[in-house]
């Protein structure tokens, strides 16, 4: 098994390969002054032939451009003769468009694992997808994993006050649950309370009571904010004493990172999958365990 790194791995690809102790190697890559991507395998360092090719490549921005760079690692891994081709992609771009909002739209999460596997890709993993169903659209083995256990360790040196768990919303409740059950506290779902006499709609949780509690707030995804910002907001108004920010992908579009704390949460963590500053959290032990267990 050789692991290689595309131009969007955010060095998870090394981490991977120490911990599993095998070969690695980095695609070179460039763009061409009209825009066209290029990679190419450093074949002198080390032959394809008959290996399992792992090539991580996460699709953070430029979403489309690493995309694409995807596609040409696992199309030439094929063409130099590779066994089996496994594309890690730590972060899926394009999976909350997975179905149809408004007649006429693309469904983009089918599109994009419909060309990973038509690029030749033998078997596709990824880590906290939007919605586990889209990857059944595949036709290879496929494998979603989870960075909640490793989020949860990471909270739990914290040793925050008194904690308890919310999701923003009904979706991500999978992944509050699964942090709950690590470290052993309540959990529960934000919802959208209309005031039958004011008629005012506010967020709150839909069971708990979260006075003086310090409420972890858990996402798949923040990418303008606006999801958390209102989940955190709500959670102060319901007595929460402090409030932090937890997702597998930070995408932190423009001042997402201000908002949030303007907003007052006071400790944001994400993972790696995306790079940004509150990237505390690497996916890599998770996807080398997952490796191990499918040698
Ligand atoms: C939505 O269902 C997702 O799980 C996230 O809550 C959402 O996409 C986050 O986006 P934003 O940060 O822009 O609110």
């Given at each position: 098994m050789i692991i290689v790194g595309g131009p969007a791995s955010n060095n998870i690809d090394l981490e991977i390969a120490r911990i599993m102790n095998i070969p690695q190697i980095t695609l070179e890559y460039k763009t061409f002054p009209d825009g066209e991507s290029y990679i190419r395998y450093p074949v002198e360092k080390v032959k394809l032939s008959k290996e399992t090719v792992v090539i991580v490549q996460s699709l953070y921005p430029p979403q489309?451009?690493?995309?694409?760079?995807?596609?040409?690692?696992?199309?030439?891994?094929?063409?130099?003769?590779?066994?089996?081709?496994?594309a890690v992609v730590p972060y899926l771009a394009y999976a909350r468009q997975d179905k149809r909002f408004r007649a006429g739209e693309a469904i983009s999460v089918n599109v994009i694992l419909k060309s990973i596997e038509f690029a030749g890709a033998d078997r596709f993993i990824t880590i906290d997808i939007h919605k586990e169903e889209s990857l059944k659209v595949l036709s290879i083995p496929y494998k979603n994993l989870t960075a909640m256990k490793e989020l949860a360790k990471y909270l739990a040196e914290r040793n925050y006050e008194n904690p308890v768990i919310l999701a923003p919303d009904r979706g991500a409740i999978s992944l509050a649950k699964d942090i709950a059950n690590i470290l052993n506290t309540e959990y529960d779902y934000i919802i959208k309370v209309r005031d039958k006499i004011t008629g005012e709609v506010r967020a709150e949780a839909k069971t708990l009571d979260i006075k003086?509690?310090?409420?972890?707030?858990?996402?798949?995804?923040?990418?303008?904010?606006?999801?958390?910002?209102?989940?955190?907001?709500?959670?102060?108004?319901?007595?929460?004493?402090?409030?932090?920010?937890?997702?597998?992908?930070?995408l932190l579009v423009g001042n997402a990172l201000d908002r949030l704390r303007e907003s007052g949460v006071s400790d944001i963590i994400a993972t790696n999958s995306v790079p940004s500053p509150v990237s505390k959290v690497s996916v890599a032990s998770v996807v080398a365990e997952y490796l191990q267990s499918i040698i």
């Open positions: 489309d451009k690493h995309f694409l760079e995807l596609l040409l690692a696992i199309s030439t891994a094929k063409d130099l003769g590779a066994e089996e081709v496994v003086d509690k310090t409420v972890i707030i858990v996402d798949d995804i923040i990418s303008t904010g606006g999801t958390m910002v209102l989940a955190a907001r709500c959670s102060l108004a319901s007595g929460a004493k402090t409030v932090v920010a937890v997702c597998t992908h930070a």
